[in-house]
T-cell receptor, first 115, second 109 residues
Framework: GAVVSQHPSWVICKSGTSVKIECRSL??????MFWYRQFPKQSLMLMAT?????????EQGVEKDKFLINHASLTLSTLTVTSAHPEDSSFYIC???????????FGPGTRLTVT | GQNIDQPTEMTATEGAIVQINCTYQ??????LFWYQQHAGEAPTFLSY??LDGLEEKGRFSSFLSRSKGYSYLLLKELQMKDSASYLC??????????WGAGTKLIIKP
């Protein structure tokens, strides 16, 4: 149990375009979802925390107008990278946590390359 | 402030034992997690400690001392596939995970 999927697993886009990444909890209801970014050889960096039905809470330094997060249901959260630039190229990972749970279950990650 | 410290890199020999240490300072404490992350992949859960003491799970064990703000991950009978980064994360009073930078473990034959 406790499976989280992400789609797409990798994406290449041109500078200036927008990319949407989906994160789904397949067999449990995720009241909270987390979006992380990880650059090569660096640790996870939390970008934002989203609770179902409410606005996401962004970490300091993360532009909320650039990284749009929607958590419309208990099984789906989306991250949209708007007007992507090459410096946005990174590994984006989501995780999900249930209501009565302490553990975060991670998706497999999405590798974004902006050319 | 909140902080997690763990060594950047460690090297060990196949078949040996290695201990990865982690110290933490958080606003409140709701447990200590260890995750394994292979290059290019997402982290996978290894262990969770909230009470003092040692939790053993096969070749991996995790220890916690709340009074010292200290944890370690012990890996026995090392295998080449154990080469990975090991992430320590403490859960604060808001149930948010505070992540360490990770320890890259290199296993040599």
């Amino acid at each position: 149990g406790a499976v989280v999927s992400q789609h797409p697993s990798w994406v290449i886009c041109k500078s200036g375009t927008s990319v949407k990444i989906e994160c789904r909890s397949l067999d449990f209801q995720a009241t909270t979802m987390f979006w992380y970014r990880q650059f090569p050889k660096q640790s996870l960096m939390l970008m934002a925390t989203s609770n179902e039905g409410s606005k996401a809470t962004y970490e300091q330094g993360v532009e909320k107008d650039k990284f749009l997060i929607n958590h419309a249901s208990l099984t789906l959260s989306t991250l949209t990278v708007t007007s992507a630039h090459p410096e946005d190229s990174s590994f984006y990972i989501c995780s999900a946590r249930g209501l009565a749970d302490y553990e975060q279950y991670f998706g497999p990650g999405t590798r974004l390359t902006v050319t | 402030g909140q902080n997690i410290d763990q060594p950047t890199e460690m090297t060990a020999t196949e078949g040996a034992i290695v201990q990865i240490n982690c110290t933490y300072q958080t606003s409140g404490f709701n447990g200590l997690f260890w995750y394994q992350q292979h290059a290019g992949e997402a982290p996978t859960f290894l262990s969770y400690n909230v009470l003092d003491g040692l939790e053993e799970k096969g070749r991996f064990s995790s220890f916690l001392s709340r009074s010292k703000g200290y944890s370690y991950l012990l890996l026995k009978e090392l295998q080449m596939k154990d080469s990975a980064s090991y992430l320590c994360a403490a859960m604060d009073s808001n149930y948010q995970l505070i992540w360490g930078a990770g320890t890259k473990l290199i296993i040599k034959p």
